[in-house]
C-alpha cells in the first residue's frame, strides 16, 4: 500500500513537470487562488512538485542523476498509452532503482561514519591536553567552567538541568536555552556520558563535557547527530529533584 500511494505520488509529480514543460511554451498565465478550491488544488500541485524535487535531489546527492526530459517523456508515452517498456519491466527497473539507492545510502553513511569517528578521535586527543581538561577512566572530558557548593547526585538521582549541545565543527543540535526552559530527566536514562559527567558536579556548577562517541549515541544515525560523534555539551546543574518531576528520557 505504502509503494503504491509512493508511486501514485510520483506519478502526480511528473503529471506536474509536465505541465510545467508545456506551459513554458506558452505565454504564464495569472494564477488565481482567490477561492478556497482554487487555493487547494493549487497546493496539491505545489505539493507533489516539492516531493519530485526532494526525490531527485536527494538521488543525486547520493550519486544517482535522473534524465528528467526522460522522466517526462516516459509519463507522457504511458498516458498516451504508448509505454516502451511494459508494466512487468517496470518493477523491475524500479524494483533496481530502489536497491541502488539503499547501497548507495548505506555507502554514504558508513563514510560519513567513519569521518565523524577519525574527527572524534583526534578532537579529543588535543582536548586532553588543554588546561583545565580532565579525562576520566572511560574518555568523558570535562571542563570545570564554575564550581556550585551544593550537592552532587548519584545515577539513580532526578536532575533539573540548563544544557546547549553542539557537534565538533560547533552546530548546535540541542539546547535548553534556546528553549528558555530547563530540562528535568532521571540520571541513569540518559546517554553514559552525562549519567558519569552530572555525578562529577555539585550543584550550582557548570561543566563542559567532551563525550566520546562510545559513550554518546554511538554508531546510531540521530539526523541531526551523524553515527559515531563525539558530542561538547555545556551542562548547568540547577537541582536534584523528585521521581515525579521527571520529563520523560530522551
Same mark, same amino acid.
Given at each position: 500500500m505504502k509503494k503504491t500511494i509512493k508511486l501514485s505520488l510520483i506519478a502526480a509529480s511528473? $503529471?506536474?513537470?509536465?505541465?510545467?514543460? =508545456?506551459?513554458?511554451?506558452?505565454? =504564464?498565465?495569472?494564477?488565481?487562488?482567490?477561492?478556497? *478550491?482554487?487555493? =487547494?488544488?493549487?497546493?496539491?500541485?505545489?505539493?507533489?512538485? @516539492?516531493? $519530485? @524535487?526532494?526525490? +531527485?535531489?536527494? %538521488?543525486? *546527492?547520493?550519486?544517482?542523476? +535522473?534524465? =528528467?526530459?526522460? $522522466?517526462?517523456?516516459?509519463?507522457?508515452?504511458?498516458?498516451?498509452?504508448?509505454? %516502451?517498456?511494459?508494466?512487468?519491466?517496470?518493477?523491475?527497473?524500479?524494483?533496481?532503482?530502489?536497491?541502488?539507492?539503499?547501497? %548507495?545510502?548505506?555507502?554514504?553513511?558508513?563514510?560519513?561514519?567513519?569521518?565523524?569517528? *577519525?574527527?572524534?578521535?583526534?578532537? +579529543?586527543?588535543? @582536548?586532553? %591536553?588543554?588546561?583545565?581538561?580532565?579525562?576520566?577512566?572511560?574518555? +568523558?572530558?570535562?571542563?570545570?567552567?564554575? *564550581?556550585?557548593d551544593g550537592e552532587k547526585p548519584v545515577a539513580t538521582d532526578v536532575v533539573k538541568v540548563h544544557y546547549k549541545g553542539t557537534l565538533l565543527d560547533g552546530t548546535e543540535f540541542d539546547s535548553s536555552y534556546a528553549r528558555n526552559e530547563p530540562t528535568t530527566f532521571p540520571l541513569n536514562r540518559v546517554i553514559a556520558g552525562w549519567t558519569e559527567g552530572l555525578q562529577l558536579m555539585s550543584v550550582g556548577s557548570k561543566y563542559k563535557f567532551t563525550i566520546p562517541s562510545e559513550l554518546a549515541y554511538g554508531d546510531r544515525d540521530l539526523g541531526k547527530i551523524p553515527a559515531n560523534s563525539t558530542l561538547v555539551f555545556d551542562v548547568e546543574l540547577l537541582e536534584i529533584q523528585n521521581d515525579e518531576d521527571a520529563a520523560p528520557a530522551k
Open positions: 511528473v $503529471l506536474a513537470l509536465t505541465a510545467c514543460n =508545456q506551459e513554458a511554451k506558452k505565454e =504564464q498565465a495569472e494564477v488565481k487562488l482567490d477561492t478556497v *478550491e482554487q487555493q =487547494q488544488a493549487y497546493g496539491i500541485g505545489a505539493s507533489v512538485g @516539492n516531493f $519530485l @524535487n526532494k526525490d +531527485l535531489a536527494d %538521488k543525486t *546527492e547520493i550519486g544517482i542523476e +535522473l534524465d =528528467q526530459a526522460l $522522466l517526462i517523456r516516459g509519463f507522457e508515452d504511458a498516458l498516451a498509452g504508448n509505454a %516502451k517498456i511494459d508494466e512487468e519491466k517496470i518493477r523491475e527497473v524500479l524494483t533496481a532503482l530502489d536497491t541502488s539507492v539503499r547501497t %548507495k545510502q548505506e555507502e554514504t553513511a558508513k563514510v560519513e561514519s567513519e569521518k565523524s569517528k *577519525e574527527a572524534g578521535v583526534k578532537y +579529543l586527543a588535543d @582536548n586532553a %591536553k588543554k588546561e583545565g581538561v580532565t579525562v576520566t577512566e572511560s574518555g +568523558l572530558q570535562y571542563e570545570v567552567l564554575s *564550581e556550585g
